[in-house]
C-alpha cells in the first residue's frame, strides 16, 4: 500500500533527477536563453537578512496594478505547484477536479493527496459539458506537453460551475498569446519565462477576494528573492527582454523540429518553445539518451508513451542531441 501510494504523489517534472548533471539538458520547458539580466540585478539587490511582509502588500498591490484588479484578488505563493495545491484544500472550491488530459499532472496529484473526485474528460465536448458540475477545473494555456492552445476558453469561462483556473506557465513564451476570457482564474509562475525556475514564487489572479485563501499558506510562502523575481518580472525593461528571447526560441524550436523530422520522425510542434516528437518507447530511450548525457522529458507520465517532450535549446545542443537520438534509435531498430 505505501509503494501504491508513493507512486501516485511522486512529483514527475522535468529537471534534477538525481544523476550527475547532463551535458544538455531538454527536459525543463524554461526559457533556455535566460537568465533574464534585468530580474538578476533585481535579486542582486534583494535583502536576504529581512523578513518579507508576511501580507506581501507592496508585491500585491504591483501585481493588481498591473492586471487591473484589487490587492484582495491577488493571492502570492511559492510557485504554481504550491497554488494548485492550496486551490485543491481550499474549502470554498471542495468538490470535483476537472481535467483534460493529457496535461500537466500536479493537478490530478492535488486531487489524489485530497482524496478528492477527479473527471479526465475525454475530449473537449465533454469537458465543456462536465464543467458546470465541477468544483475546480485546470487548463493549462498552452497547454503542457502537447502546447495546445483551446480555441473554447471563452465558452470555457461561461460555463464555469466552480473555479475555471488557466494555469499561465508558459503563455509568455507563445508567439502570439492569446487573450483570457474575464472571469477566468489565472495562475502565473514568470520563472520559466525568465529563465529562472530555481527561484520559487507565482501568483494567482481571481475574479473574487483571495484573504481567506492567503491565509491558507504557511506565513512567508515567498522569499525575499521570489518577491524580487515577481517584481522583476513587471519591469518594462524585463519585458523587453523576454520579447526578444521569445523570438529566438521560436527559432530555435523551428529548427529542432526539423533536424527530427530529417531522421524520420513525428513531431507535434507547439506554439510556445517546446514540441514533442514520438519515439517509440519513450521511457528506454530518454534513459539511452540520459546515458549519452542528454536529459529529455518522458512524457509516459502524461499518458504519451510513445513520445518525448523536448523545449527549445542552443544549436549546439541541438546536434548533440539529434546525433545522439539517432545512435539510440538505430540501435534499438526504432529509426
Known sequence: MERVIDDILRPIHGGPDGGPEPLYDFSTNANALGPNPVILEYLRQ?????????LYRRLRRALAEAHGVAPEQVAVGTGTSELIHRLARWSYLRGPILLLPPTFSEYARAARALDLPLWEARGPEEFLALLPKSALAFLCVPNNPTGEVYPFLEEAAQRAGGALVLDLAYHDLLETPPSLPRGAWRLYSPNKAHGLTGVRSGYLVAPLELEHFQ???PSWPVSVYGEALLLGHLDPEARAWLEGSRRELHRLRRLLAQ????????VRESPANFLLVRVGQATP???????RGIRVRDATSFGLPEWLRLSAQGEEAQKALLEALEEVLVGKGAA
Open 46 to 54: 534583494a535583502d536576504p537578512s529581512r523578513y518579507p511582509d508576511p
Open 215 to 217: 491565509n491558507l499558506a
Open 259 to 266: 533536424g527530427l523530422r530529417g531522421l524520420g520522425l513525428e
Open 285 to 291: 530511450v530518454a534513459r539511452a539518451l540520459r546515458e
